[in-house]
Each structure stands twice: as structure tokens, then as C-alpha cells.
């Protein structure tokens, strides 16, 4: 789990400060590579993903929230599911940036 508690808090260190768009597309690399090894290192390959969000207006502070919440002691399944959220919440939020960019 090394690993693992290395890359999440690598997520959770970028998005705690004020983080930028290539910043936030680090913290989502980051995420996705913590699920791949979780999925690989304990064959979770078939799990569900989460439901995916409602349309709404997702924040820096939701994000940070969701972070903070990771238990990297928890289930490994429940871990994964917390993981993808995660991974969801930061990619629209690039996204987001993308749409600012684009617009001005």
C-alpha cells in the first residue's frame, strides 16, 4: 500500500493548493494510476464502477473533501469506489478548466 498512500497523497497535495489546470490533470494521473494498482495488485478488475455524478457545478472544495475522506485502510472495494469518485470529480474539473479556457 505504499504505493498506493504515495499516490493518493500526491492527489491530495496538488488539490489542497490552489491548483491549475495542468496541476489538476496531474492529480487525475495520479488517481487513475492509484486505481490501476489497487486493480491489478488485488484482481478488483470486474468491480462496479461508481454512479456517475449528477450534472451539477462541481468545486475545488468538493474535491478536497472527497480527498481528505479516503481511508486507505478500508475495503479494497469500497477503497476503489472512493478512488473512482475521485478520479470523476477531478476530471470534470479539468474539464471545467478546458471550457474556462476556451471561452475567453
Known sequence: MDKLSELVG????????????????????ALEYAIMDLKLRYNLEGEVAPEKLAKKAIDIIEARSMLARIDLSSDRKKLLYDLRSCRDVVKALVASYDRRSTMS
Do not use: C, H, Q
Open 10 to 29: 500526491k492527489a491530495k497535495a496538488i488539490v489542497a493548493g490552489d491548483p491549475d489546470r495542468t496541476s489538476m490533470w496531474w492529480a487525475y494521473v
